[in-house]
C-alpha cells in the first residue's frame, strides 16, 4: 500500500513571531509531510522570513484576511493530498505526531475528521481550551471538551489517553480526509473564525463519517494568537456562528424551541457581561444575534442544500443529552466524568 500523501497547512496572518518559534519543530517532526505556509495577506514580512529561512517550505498567497474559513478554503483548493492537517501557527509539535493520527485514520476510511491531545505550551501539564482531548456539544450545541468545560482546565494525568470517538475536532489541529472534506462541502467561508470546525463536523457526520481524538499524538498550543479571549470580536463570533451551525445542522425535530431557548441563555450570558463590567461583550451578544437574524434566509437555505445532498441523513451521535450549562453552573460538575454517561447518545 502506497503511503498517504500529507499536507501540513499553517494559515499565517501577522504571525512572523508564531513561525519563527514554531515553524522549526513542525519541519523537524514532519519528515514525510509536505508543508504548506498558506498567507492571508500578512504585512510583517512573515512570507519573506518563510521564504528565505525555509526554502522547502511552499507558500500560498490568499491576498487578503479571509479568517479561517475562507483562508483555508482558498488555499486547499490549491493542494493535492489525501489527509489535510490544519494547523494553528501558535502550536508546537512533538516527535511522531503525525503517523498515530494518519495510522488510525487509514484503518477506517469513515473517520472524516481526528485531533491529537491538546495540551497548553504555557504550562504543558494542563490541557488546552480549544479542544483539550477531543470535543463534544449538548443537545443546545454549547461545546465542551475531555478536558475542559467552559473555562475549567483539567490537568492531564494521561485520564483520556484512549483513541475515542468524539463530535468534533479542534480547528487549531484539524486532521482531515480530504475526500471527505470536499464531499461534505468543505468550511463555510461565511464564518470567517470560531466554530467552522464544529460546523464542519457535525456535517460530516450527518453525512455518514466519524470523528476522532487520538491522544498518542500530543502538540501544544498558546491558543488566543488570532483573537485573545478577552475579544469582543471573538465574543460576537462565537455567539453568532454557534447559532448558524445549530440551525444548519440540528434535525428538524424540536430545533426552533431550542434555537429559542438558546438565544435566552445567550441573553443571561449578556447581561452577566453587563454586571461584570464588560459592556462591549455585552453589545457583542446583542450584535451576534442580530447578524444572525440577517443571515437567516441564507443558513436556511444551505440547510435545505444540505437536505437534498445525497448522503446526507441527521446524525444526533454522541451529542450529550443534558444542558451542559446546568450541570456546569448549577450542579458544580466541572469534569468530562463528572457527566452523566448515560446523557450521551451513542
Sequence with gaps: MNNPIVAVVILNYNGKTFLQKFLPS????????????????????????????????????????????????????????????????????????????IDL?????????????????QNKQLFEYAGAAGGFIDKYAYPFCRGRLFNHIEEDHLQYNNAFEVFWATGACLFVRASAFWHCGGLDDDYFAHMEEIDLCWRMKNFGFKIYVQPQSVIYHVGGGTLNKLSKRKTFLNFRNNL?????????????????????????????????????????????????????????????????????????????????????????????????????ED
Excluded at 529561512?53 to 483548493?77: E, M, W
Excluded at 485514520?105 to 505550551?121: F, S
Aim: net charge positive; hydrophobic share 40%.
Design 105 to 121: 485514520m487509514e484503518t477506517d476510511k469513515k473517520i472524516a475528521a481526528c485531533q491529537p491531545k491538546i495540551l497548553d505550551y
Design 244 to 344: 448558524t451551525t445549530l440551525t444548519k445542522n440540528h434535525p428538524p425535530k424540536n430545533l426552533l424551541p431550542k434555537i429559542i431557548f438558546r438565544m435566552v441563555l445567550d441573553g443571561v450570558a449578556a447581561f452577566k457581561f453587563l454586571l461584570d463590567g464588560q459592556p462591549k461583550h455585552f453589545f457583542a451578544v446583542i450584535r451576534a444575534h442580530f447578524a444572525y437574524y440577517a443571515w437567516l434566509p441564507k443558513i436556511l437555505t444551505k440547510r435545505k442544500q444540505l437536505q437534498n445532498t445525497k448522503d446526507f441523513k441527521y446524525c444526533f451521535n454522541h451529542i450529550y443529552k443534558g444542558n451542559v450549562v446546568a450541570e456546569y453552573f448549577i450542579r458544580g460538575k466541572k469534569k468530562f466524568t463528572d457527566l452523566n454517561r448515560g446523557f450521551f
Design 26 to 101: 513542525v519541519i523537524k517532526h514532519s519528515p514525510n509531510a509536505i508543508i504548506y505556509i498558506a498567507d492571508n495577506g500578512s504585512s510583517d514580512d512573515s512570507l519573506g522570513f518563510v521564504t528565505t529561512n525555509f526554502p522547502d517550505v511552499k507558500t500560498i498567497q490568499n491576498g487578503g484576511n479571509y479568517g479561517y474559513a475562507k483562508g483555508y478554503s482558498l488555499a486547499l483548493k490549491q493542494i493535492t493530498a489525501d489527509y489535510f492537517v490544519l494547523l494553528n501557527s501558535d502550536v508546537e509539535v512533538t516527535e511522531n505526531w503525525l503517523n498515530p493520527v
